[in-house]
């Protein structure tokens, strides 16, 4: 692979560095060599459904609907970040990080990313009206907020809200999959999830922190500074505290409230390891949040094959 071609935070060695010429520029686009993205899109929506299976009161969990949302959360990743790069091509190009994208590069031109935009959104439709009326509904109204994040850096500290607010919303659709309508506990498993949204990618803007006073950009590393450490531990307690409430008002068994503790545990050595100064390592933690999720999910499905 050409030096050109080479993301810098992308997973070494990925399947994608071995596909054809024509072909790694468009799953470049996608963040199909840094699965971390779309692994953060799913966990919220696996979250909601097997919550909202538990809610119920009896079964397990959906398995197709646990498939189409891993389909999803792949295309609709892939489709944001497409996004993303269109509107920021002028910015990533002056990046250290970002400038091998495919847009800024010329790899890609400006009118074949808005295409291959229009089908993955396209195949999203097409995924997401495997559900109910009402998911459907809910689904298509989150590409609001899908289209505004890629601005908001350029106008608050704080486009990690608006992020959370796109990254979680599958709490509320693997909920509705499966009642047809809202609750109290999917909203708070929805605000757990934009808090920890808060906490992880603060963590992955510090690695930018520098290009981003140069160019003009805001985020809440700049906001925060030498006081993240204090953020994380607010934010990560937050997201535990609202989640943790979720599986009380389902009278979730033991296990949901073990798993929330062991994530508990894993967010604890997050904030001590963090250093402001060490980007290798902001990337390295932030990708540890599979980790943190993986243990949530996993004290869930305990909890519902209990039940």
């Known amino acids: 692979m050409s030096e050109a071609s080479q993301i810098v935070d992308a997973v070494k060695g990925s399947w994608v560095d071995h596909l054809p010429e024509a072909m790694?520029?468009?799953?470049?686009l996608m963040r199909l060599d840094r699965p971390i993205g779309w692994w953060l899109l799913l966990l919220p929506c696996w979250w909601g459904l097997v919550l909202a299976q538990i809610g119920a009161g009896v079964g397990i969990p959906n398995l197709k609907y646990a498939a189409l949302f891993l389909a999803g959360a792949v295309v609709m990743r892939g489709a944001g970040c497409t996004l993303n790069d269109?509107?920021?091509r002028v910015i990533d190009g002056k990046v250290e990080r970002t400038r091998a994208r495919p847009i800024p590069s010329g790899?890609?031109?400006?009118?074949?990313?808005?295409?291959f935009l229009a089908l993955q959104l396209l195949l999203g439709l097409l995924i997401v009206l495997q559900f109910n009326g009402f998911t459907v509904v809910t689904?298509?109204?989150?590409?609001?907020?899908?289209?505004?994040?890629?601005?908001?850096?350029?106008i608050t500290y704080w486009p990690q809200v608006v992020l959370g607010m796109a990254f979680n919303w599958g709490a509320l659709l693997?909920?509705?999959?499966?009642?047809?309508?809202?609750?109290?506990?999917?909203?708070?498993?929805?605000l757990g999830g934009i808090s920890w949204t808060m906490a992880y990618d603060t963590?992955?803007?510090?690695?930018?922190?520098?290009?981003?006073?140069?160019?003009?950009?805001?985020?809440?590393?700049?906001?925060?500074?030498?006081?993240?450490?204090?953020?994380?531990?607010?934010?990560?307690a937050a997201s535990l505290v609202l989640i943790d409430l979720a599986l009380w008002l389902v009278s979730a068994p033991l296990p949901a409230h073990v798993g929330l503790a062991g994530a508990a545990l894993h967010a604890t050595?997050?904030?001590?390891?963090?250093?402001?100064?060490?980007?290798?390592?902001?990337?390295?933690?932030?990708?540890?949040?599979?980790f943190f999720g993986l243990i949530i999910l996993a004290g869930l499905l305990i909890g519902c094959f209990i039940q």
């Open 107 to 115: 790899r890609v031109t400006v009118q074949s990313a808005a295409i």
């Open 203 to 236: 963590i992955y803007a510090h690695q930018d922190k520098e290009d981003d006073v140069l160019i003009g950009v805001k985020s809440t590393a700049l906001k925060f500074g030498a006081a993240t450490p204090q953020w994380l531990a607010v934010f990560f």
């Open 269 to 290: 050595w997050q904030v001590v390891r963090f250093k402001d100064d060490d980007p290798a390592l902001c990337l390295k933690l932030f990708r540890a949040n599979r």
């Open 86 to 88: 269109i509107v920021d």
């Open 174 to 190: 693997g909920w509705t999959a499966i009642h047809g309508a809202f609750s109290w506990a999917a909203l708070s498993l929805y």
């Open 24 to 28: 790694r520029p468009y799953a470049q």
């Open 139 to 154: 689904a298509i109204a989150s590409l609001a907020i899908v289209a505004i994040y890629p601005f908001m850096k350029r």
